[in-house]
């Protein structure tokens, strides 16, 4: 395996920041080819190897005095690798369950009402959405679009108007 010979030649490096550096220098590489096996993906190992780091760096003066403490990064590294396997695993196993039990297609006349409300002017379809769906009162509309009641009343009954005779024309051309 690449970047074995590293595992000794880095034991008992000190306690001291430069040898913590020191050693990242000499096993970094060696094992992020050994995790790249593992994985498969060259990013997850990197991950995974620096977050084993990371994680000696604080216990850098107990584990400096190890035999060798590259084998303890290894092992964290790899963990990590496995944990996030397993939760990936776990993730798509999930994903497959919402899928299974998926929200049913949408029918064609919501199909044709979206349609037909994309065609409003925004402030026609807005006033629409959030009176008819939102359940929002004129005046929160109003407030909300910073204009009077009589405006949100004129978009409503304006873009009424024009969706009912999209939807009219949409249905005669679906028969």
Same mark, same amino acid.
């Given at each position: ?96 369950? +919402? *899928?299974?039990?998926? @929200?049913?297609?949408?029918?064609? =006349? ?5 349609? #037909? $409300?994309? !065609?409003?002017?925004?402030? +026609? *379809?807005?006033?629409? @959405?959030?009176?008819?769906?939102? =359940? ?5 509309? #109003? $407030?909300? !679009? ?21 939807? #009219? ?7």
């Amino acid at each position: 395996m690449p970047g074995g010979g590293a595992d000794r030649t880095a034991g008992r490096t000190g306690s001291g920041v430069a040898d913590f550096q020191e050693f990242y220098a000499l096993t970094f590489h060696p094992l992020t080819m050994q995790l790249w096996a593992y994985t498969g993906d060259l990013a997850q190992a990197q991950d995974v190897v620096q977050d084993a780091f990371c994680a000696l760096f604080e216990r850098w003066d107990r584990i400096s005095q190890y035999d060798d403490p590259t084998a303890w990064v290894r092992r964290v590294a790899w963990n990590h690798a496995t944990n996030r396997f397993r939760r990936s695993r776990t993730f798509l196993r999930w994903a497959r369950r +919402q *899928r299974e039990s998926h @929200v049913p297609e949408p029918s064609p =006349d919501r199909v044709m009402l979206v349609a #037909a $409300l994309a !065609e409003l002017p925004a402030t +026609q *379809r807005r006033a629409l @959405v959030k009176f008819h769906l939102g =359940d929002l009162s004129v005046a929160e509309i #109003a $407030l909300q !679009e910073g204009v009077s009641a009589g405006t949100v009343k004129s978009w409503l009954h304006r873009g009424r108007a024009v969706l009912a005779a999209q939807l #009219a024309e949409r249905g005669e051309e679906r028969r």
